[in-house]
């Protein structure tokens, strides 16, 4: 399965798949593009049921990963995240400015596209506004051809996003400090770690990250970097964070109670603009799990916030002059994202034990 599946698609026009505030209710920034998704499969013709929600998110599978590498010693879920749009436009656009819709009969001409029910076999539920605008692939391939692309997917050297062309780097070792960043960091990083989609050998001490993430150059701001970790505890049950590991204006947006204050939104809902007058153009950092226990099972990955921006369902009402409804208004309103493939820690293997000779 591995060789097979080393990645899985964690955003697309049909709604977010990283995770949901009903399996990680502790994560204030988990319910990015579910509304509409989690009512049943996408015909309505089977309704969602508590039971399913776990297997239809990517974190929760990748914690199953580790739980089952535990009891069989592989981990058939090791995968790493990409976007894509799943439009049938044949246009690559995802941007919410310029949404050209799923289908050709969800073109932008088709004024009230956002607020009609858009279900194939039932008509209760799901309206137009909760489609997302779709996602994207990055890779950092060693080279722009079709084979450097694709190994860059088979080492799991991606990430995902659901829009933006933002650039986000992430390595994973145990000597990295902030002084790296003074020199070809990039270099470092591959030399004294492992990228995005790698594995780390545990070695008894706290990983640390060089985590970059650079804005989309014709996109928004960004809030926040924070780093998700998964992990099997002492009792075998998995359990997971987040932790907010950079975020701009960090001397004023204080910690408070373990919460990095909200960034702020400069969205203007009358003429669907925004200011990049809040958040920060580049942020990095080397973040050191603080929580760290040696001989653990765990994955570390990154999730990149941008500040508020709208959606294409605002710029829709604005350029047909169409009335969302009040759930669609309070939902025109998102903070863009991307999430890099995971690192994994993984337990030293113990060395065989020598062969003894029977005597005669």
């Known amino acids: 399965r591995a060789a097979y599946?080393?990645?899985?698609?964690?955003?697309?026009?049909?709604?977010?798949?990283?995770?949901?505030?009903?399996?990680?209710?502790?994560?204030?920034?988990?319910?990015?593009?579910?509304?509409?998704?989690?009512?049943?499969?996408?015909?309505?013709?089977?309704?969602?049921?508590?039971?399913?929600?776990?297997?239809?998110?990517?974190?929760?599978?990748?914690?199953?990963?580790?739980?089952?590498?535990?009891?069989?010693?592989?981990?058939?879920y090791a995968f790493g995240m990409v976007g894509s749009t799943d439009s049938h436009t044949s246009l690559a656009t995802a941007d919410e400015d310029n949404f050209w819709g799923k289908h050709t009969g969800n073109e932008p001409a088709y004024k009230d596209r956002a607020v009609v029910p858009q279900n194939l076999g039932t008509s209760?539920?799901?309206?137009?506004?909760?489609?997302?605008?779709?996602?994207?692939?990055?890779?950092?391939?060693?080279?722009?051809?079709?084979?450097?692309?694709?190994?860059?997917?088979?080492?799991?050297?991606?990430?995902?996003?659901?829009?933006?062309?933002?650039?986000?780097?992430?390595?994973?070792?145990?000597?990295?400090?902030?002084?790296?960043?003074d020199g070809d960091w990039v270099r470092k990083g591959y030399a004294s770690g492992v990228p995005m989609g790698?594995?780390?050998?545990?070695?008894?001490?706290?990983?640390?990250?060089?985590?970059?993430?650079?804005?989309?150059?014709?996109?928004?701001?960004?809030?926040?970097?924070?780093?998700v970790k998964g992990w099997v505890d002492a009792s075998g049950q998995t359990q997971e964070r987040v932790y907010d590991a950079v975020w701009s204006d960090m001397t004023t947006r204080v910690r408070s109670g373990g919460k990095v204050p909200a960034v702020g939104d400069t969205v203007n809902r009358k003429n669907a603009t925004f200011t990049n007058t809040i958040g920060a153009t580049e942020l990095r950092t080397v973040w050191t799990d603080p929580d760290y226990t040696p001989g653990q099972r765990a994955f570390y990955y990154v999730r990149v916030i941008e500040i508020p921006t709208p959606r294409w369902t605002l710029f829709d009402a604005v350029r047909f002059g169409i009335t969302l409804s009040k759930e669609a208004m309070d939902d025109a309103v998102a903070q863009e994202r991307a999430y890099t493939s995971p690192i994994w820690i993984k337990q030293a293997k113990r060395p065989a034990a020598p062969a003894v000779m029977e005597r005669k």
């Open 124 to 181: 209760q539920g799901r309206f137009g506004w909760h489609y997302l605008a779709g996602g994207y692939a990055a890779a950092w391939a060693r080279g722009n051809t079709r084979a450097e692309i694709f190994d860059a997917f088979a080492r799991r050297e991606v990430y995902a996003t659901t829009g933006p062309r933002m650039s986000v780097r992430v390595f994973g070792g145990f000597d990295f400090d902030a002084q790296d960043w």
């Open 198 to 227: 790698g594995e780390l050998p545990d070695n008894g001490t706290a990983p640390r990250f060089m985590i970059s993430a650079l804005k989309d150059p014709d996109g928004a701001n960004l809030d926040r970097v924070q780093v």
């Open 5 to 76: 599946e080393p990645v899985v698609e964690a955003t697309q026009i049909k709604g977010d798949s990283e995770s949901h505030p009903f399996l990680s209710p502790n994560d204030e920034m988990a319910g990015f593009g579910v509304k509409g998704w989690e009512l049943g499969n996408l015909p309505l013709t089977a309704p969602m049921k508590d039971d399913m929600f776990a297997g239809s998110y990517v974190r929760e599978a990748l914690k199953r990963g580790l739980s089952l590498e535990q009891q069989l010693g592989v981990n058939p």
